[in-house]
């Protein structure tokens, strides 16, 4: 698979797969722009990559979920007057629990990452791309983009709207020289998942890939006709039961979620037990602060609430 006729504004590029993918892509002769928010990561990219035959890789410390920081990025690309004919979208995170123990911003924020700052990343990019050679716009999601799973819900509305988006802008798009696809990992040995998750697929016995694995698979799903592509064949075989016999799913789920609601409120049952004791630690302060001979007292609750244990 040869790159070299591409050039590539990579989001998500410090993570485990965006570093694998960025990795590759300069293998095969991409110039690749990676997006990341760790610098120092970043810096260790540039230092990586095998540089392009012509031009550099560009590297760009930011956070897409933030407008003016999306603006900086692309008004560079503008004035250094770059000509990327691809973007992928691999920026996300993920919060393994049961969605009544997750907290509002951390739900916020998947959906920040996840599906906004995709969407608007894509919409500055089309401009970009779509008077360059083969334009094209991958959007990296999950297996759980078209499957609903007990312990990450919040996950899946993002990577359900993923795909969706990517399928409703490739038929908006159709007319165009711009092509778009949607990529779909499974599980993946990266710091993305949680012990818990890990923990649960190690005891379920699901298969986990590789970053390295999942980008070789992405470069290749990029040079095929295929407007969609889910890793593992197993996978592959789930999500078509789903979307056939989706009440054989569900019930083959509901034996597992002893199980998953074990690993899924591990971590989340010890956030629940902090935040209860700094409550009552809170309201025992003030009912000490009632009683002026008790004053000690509530200047140490004030204090244990500072600094729990």
């Known amino acids: 698979m040869n790159f070299t006729d591409r050039q590539v504004i990579l989001t998500g590029a410090t993570g485990g797969i965006g570093r694998a993918v960025a990795q590759q892509l300069a293998e095969r002769g991409a110039r690749v722009i990676a997006i990341g928010r760790h610098q120092q990561t970043l810096r260790d990219l540039e230092h990586q990559l095998p540089k392009p035959a012509t031009d550099h890789h560009v590297f760009f410390s930011a956070d897409i979920t933030d407008s ?92 359900y709207a993923l795909r969706g988006f990517s399928e409703a802008l490739r038929r908006e798009l159709s007319d165009t020289p711009i092509t778009v696809k949607y990529f779909a990992p499974r599980a993946t040995q990266t710091a993305f998942n949680s012990s818990s998750m890990r923990q649960l697929n190690h005891t379920l016995g699901n298969t986990v890939d590789a970053p390295e694995t999942v980008a070789r698979a992405l470069l290749k799903f990029m040079h095929t006709t295929r407007s969609e592509y889910t890793m593992g064949y197993a996978e592959r075989i789930f999500v078509l039961l789903n979307q056939l016999l989706p009440g054989l799913i569900s019930r083959a789920l509901k034996k597992q979620m002893p199980l998953i609601r074990q690993h899924a409120t591990a971590r989340s049952s010890t956030v629940n037990y902090h935040k209860l004791s700094q409550k009552l630690s809170h309201k025992l302060s003030h009912k000490l602060s009632d009683k002026p001979s008790h004053k000690h007292l509530s200047q140490a609750s004030k204090t244990s609430d500072q600094k729990p244990c």
């Open 68 to 159: 003016s920081e999306r603006l900086r990025v692309f008004k560079t690309l503008h004035q250094q007057q770059l000509r990327p004919n691809c973007l992928i979208t691999l920026a996300g995170v993920n919060d393994f629990a049961m969605f009544k123990d997750q907290a509002a911003d951390t739900i916020q924020n998947i959906i920040d990452l996840n599906v906004s700052a995709s969407l608007f990343t894509t919409q500055m990019a089309i401009p970009l791309i779509r008077h360059e050679k083969n334009p094209l716009i991958v959007h990296v999601g999950s297996v759980f983009g078209a499957l609903g799973y007990p312990g990450q819900s919040v996950y899946c509305a993002s990577k």
